[in-house]
């Protein structure tokens, strides 16, 4: 590292760079953070309301099989089947990419279940109802677990480079800059020194000079 001015003024430029970089950088933070914590809200939410569905789905399960026997929910449960499109889209937060999950409604009318509606009852009907719920509520739930992990990965990255920043590269910068300044200041004292040094001599010659000729 050369004392000269041109390194002082890059240096310069280089914290000034690293201070607004380190802004950004906790701005993105920020606003990550803020979708995470909005994220994980509905998350909090969707399990709770996961965990009721799965409690009367049970028990709506226990329910028709102990009353219209194992084989009737069973053969019911072969003959419900079907598929569910699913879409991804995404939307950008600070350059992280949030997953949204779009689905065609899982909840289906009684005729369109697949099987016999003469050779079930109400309570098989009930059970199918409370497992659709149940699948439209994992299926919401998916997409933003997908998105909070990857949240969490970019906030973390971030912060690591964040800390870099202000406790590694923002000070060891500011060190050469405040020592390329000390040098110079330095050096320009001993210039001044030596410049007002010179001038003595000469003014002191002068004089000298002055003296001889006048006693002449």
């Known amino acids: 590292m050369s004392a000269t001015r041109s390194e002082l003024l890059a240096r310069r430029g280089q ?6 970089g380190r802004a950004l950088l906790a701005e993105k933070r920020t ?3 803020r979708e995470f914590t909005r994220l994980t809200q509905s998350v909090v939410s969707g399990m ?38 699913v879409g991804l ?13 779009e689905h065609d409604p899982v909840a289906r009318r009684r005729n369109d279940r697949g099987y016999s509606p003469t050779a079930t009852t109400p309570r098989v009907d009930a059970a199918a109802e409370a497992f659709e719920s149940l699948i439209e509520s994992l299926l919401d739930i998916v997409a933003l677990e997908l998105s909070l992990r990857r ?12 800390n870099a920043l202000e406790h590694v590269v923002i000070p060891r910068l500011e060190e050469e800059r405040n020592y390329i300044a000390m040098v110079l200041n ?7 020194t030596r410049l007002m040094r010179a001038k003595n001599r000469v003014d002191q010659r002068a004089a000298d000079e002055n003296r001889e000729g006048g006693g002449r």
């Open 15 to 20: 914290v000034t760079l690293a201070v607004n």
């Open 31 to 33: 606003a990550l953070m």
């Open 48 to 85: 709770q309301g996961l965990e009721e569905r799965a409690r009367t789905a049970r028990a709506s399960l226990a329910e028709a099989t102990a009353l219209d026997g194992p084989e009737t929910v069973g053969s019911a449960a072969m003959a419900a089947t079907g598929e569910i499109s």
């Open 89 to 101: 889209r995404s939307r950008n937060v600070a350059g992280v990419a949030i997953i949204e999950l």
């Open 151 to 162: 949240l969490a990965e970019e906030i973390t990255r971030t912060t690591r480079r964040v």
């Open 186 to 192: 330095e050096r320009e004292l001993e210039n001044r």
